[in-house]
């Protein structure tokens, strides 16, 4: 997947086109010709701009991740410098993310539920957004001053912010990632006292 795709107004109707129904339904479940016709261009057209239905899910998933950073973003840069503050700007955006485009759960985690090979080239997409979250943790987790334990409560806030995005997009809490941000919050004022 070396070669840039041409992002064309048709590339972009595409994409937003996969985006909607491989969130919706799944990414095995939609093809190639639903895709076209919900984006309004032929399969020529598609195969044109991303080559391969392999290559519009890795394109897919980059974008949902792009996505989420620009969300995430000005949330914490609202939250300003205080570590637990930007902590809990992560999961409060989290909230407003899935409330707002992610019904259905986490989309990185709905595609590695179908995409569990490592060797297909949408699995490195999957992990690396998993990975930046991670990293994003333990930069706050270090920035509030808990040296000896960052990467172990790191890890533990990841594992808080993922059970949030699975039960929340589950519905079985309503209140899921408040709650995981409570906890999240409380850990990393522990950690430092």
């Known amino acids: 997947m070396s070669t840039a795709v041409d992002w064309t107004p048709k590339a972009r109707a595409v994409l937003t086109a996969a985006g909607e129904l491989f969130y919706a339904h799944g990414i095995h479940a939609v093809g190639v010709d ?12 598609l195969y044109d701009r991303f080559g391969s239905k392999e290559r519009l899910v890795v394109e897919y998933l980059r974008d949902r991740d792009a996505q989420w950073r620009a969300f995430l973003a000005p949330r914490l840069e609202a939250a300003g410098s205080a570590p637990e503050r930007r902590l809990a700007a992560v999961f409060d955006a989290s909230a407003a993310w899935s409330a707002d485009r992610g019904t259905k759960g986490c989309g990185m985690i709905n595609a590695h539920a179908e995409i ?4 297909h080239p949408a699995y490195a ?45 589950i519905g079985v809490l309503p209140d899921a990632f408040a709650r995981a941000r409570d906890v999240a919050v409380n850990r990393l004022a522990a950690a430092v006292r």
């Open 116 to 119: 569990s090979d490592p060797a």
């Open 125 to 169: 997409v999957i992990v690396g957004q998993k990975q930046w979250m991670l990293q994003l943790f333990t930069e706050l987790v270090a920035a509030a001053g808990a040296e000896d334990q960052t990467a172990r409560l790191a890890e533990d806030i990841l594992l808080l912010h993922e059970g949030a995005l699975v039960t929340a997009g």
């Open 34 to 45: 639903a895709i076209a016709e919900r984006a309004g261009v032929t399969k020529k057209t």
